[in-house]
C-alpha cells in the first residue's frame, strides 16, 4: 500500500531525512519509535505532502503510484490521513462542519454525491460514542480551547469520520493519562476497518499495552535504524535509545 523508497529530505540544508525505506500493506499496524528531534514528524509530513522540505532523493509511493510531489489535498483524497503532534485551532468553523467539507470534498475527487445529513448523523453518532466524544464538543469551533487530550480525541474522530485506507498518527498518545490513552487506543482499533492500515508514531511504548503492531521501526537521527516486532519495543524499554546506537 505505502511504500516509502531511499527517501532523504532537507531543511535549511540540514538532511532530515536519510535514505529512509518503508513497506506498509493493507490491514497492517506499524509503530515508528524514536526520540525527540529523530525526524518522525518530518517524515510523516512528508507523506502527507507538506512542502517545505527539499527532497534529496527517493520516492514515495501508495497504491502503486507516486506521491512524492502531490499536493496535501491530492494525497489526503487518495486515502492518506495525518493527525497532527500539535493540532491547530481553527476559530469559526466547527468540528461537524469542517469534517462535513473534508467528507465531501473527498466524496467529490471519487465523482460521489455529498453524504446525505441522515448518513452523516448516523455516523458522528457511531463514531463520536467509540471515542466517548461529549456531544457538546462538536459544534465547538476546532480545537479552540480545547486541552491536549481532547484535541487528540478530535483528531481521532476526524479519522474515523473520514475512514482513510492509511491514518498516520503522529504522537496520538502524549499528553493523555492512562486512562484517555485506552479509550483512544481502543478507538482507533474500533474505527479502523478492515483494509485500514495504520502507521503509529511515538516516543513511549505504552500505547503498545494496548496495540500490538505487526511491526515497529527505529527512527535515530533521521535513519530508520532496525525494524522488528514487539521485543524491539521491550529492548528499548531496557536500554534505551542510546542502545540502539550500534545499528547507526
Ligand atoms: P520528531 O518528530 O522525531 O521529534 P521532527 O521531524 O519534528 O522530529 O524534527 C527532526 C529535525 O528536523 C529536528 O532537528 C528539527 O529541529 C528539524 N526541523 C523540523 N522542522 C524544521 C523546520 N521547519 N526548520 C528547521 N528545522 C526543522
Ligand atoms: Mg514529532
Do not use: W
Not at 69 to 80: D, F, H, K, T
Not at 97 to 118: D, M, T
Not at 139 to 161: A, L, P, T
Not at 174 to 191: E, M, P, T, V
Amino acid at each position: 500500500m505505502l511504500k516509502i523508497v531511499d527517501l532523504s529530505a532537507s531543511i535549511n540544508n540540514k538532511i532530515i531525512l536519510n535514505n529512509i525505506n518503508l513497506n506498509i500493506n493493507y490491514n497492517e499496524v506499524h509503530v515508528l519509535m524514536g526520540p525527540n528531534g529523530s525526524g518522525k514528524s518530518t517524515l510523516s509530513s512528508l507523506i502527507a505532502g507538506k512542502t517545505e522540505f527539499s527532497i534529496i532523493k527517493g520516492q514515495i509511493l501508495f497504491e502503486k503510484q507516486n506521491i512524492t510531489y502531490l499536493s496535501p489535498e491530492e494525497i489526503a483524497q487518495r486515502g492518506i490521513f495525518l493527525s497532527f503532534q500539535d493540532p491547530i485551532e481553527i476559530p469559526g468553523i466547527s468540528i461537524l462542519n469542517f469534517i462535513k467539507y473534508s467528507i465531501n470534498e473527498i466524496r467529490k475527487s471519487q465523482k460521489l454525491k455529498a453524504i446525505s445529513s441522515k448518513d452523516f448523523l448516523k455516523k458522528v453518532y457511531k463514531v463520536s460514542k467509540i471515542i466517548g466524544f461529549n456531544k457538546a464538543f462538536l459544534s465547538r469551533y476546532m480545537n479552540c480551547g480545547f486541552s491536549g487530550g481532547e484535541k487528540k480525541r478530535c483528531e481521532i474522530f476526524q479519522m474515523g469520520m473520514i475512514e482513510p485506507k492509511l491514518a498516520i498518527l503522529d504522537e496520538i498518545d502524549s499528553g493523555l493519562d492512562l486512562d484517555a490513552l485506552k479509550i483512544i487506543a481502543n478507538g482507533i482499533l474500533r474505527l479502523k476497518n478492515k483494509k485500514t492500515s495504520l502507521l503509529i508514531i511515538t516516543h513511549y511504548n505504552r500505547v503498545l499495552k494496548f496495540i500490538t503492531p505487526d511491526k515497529i521501526h527505529i527512527l535515530y537521527k533521521g535513519k530508520m535504524i532496525k525494524s522488528g516486532t514487539k521485543n524491539l519495543a521491550l529492548k528499548i524499554e531496557k536500554y534505551g535509545y542510546e542502545g540502539l546506537k550500534k545499528y547507526l
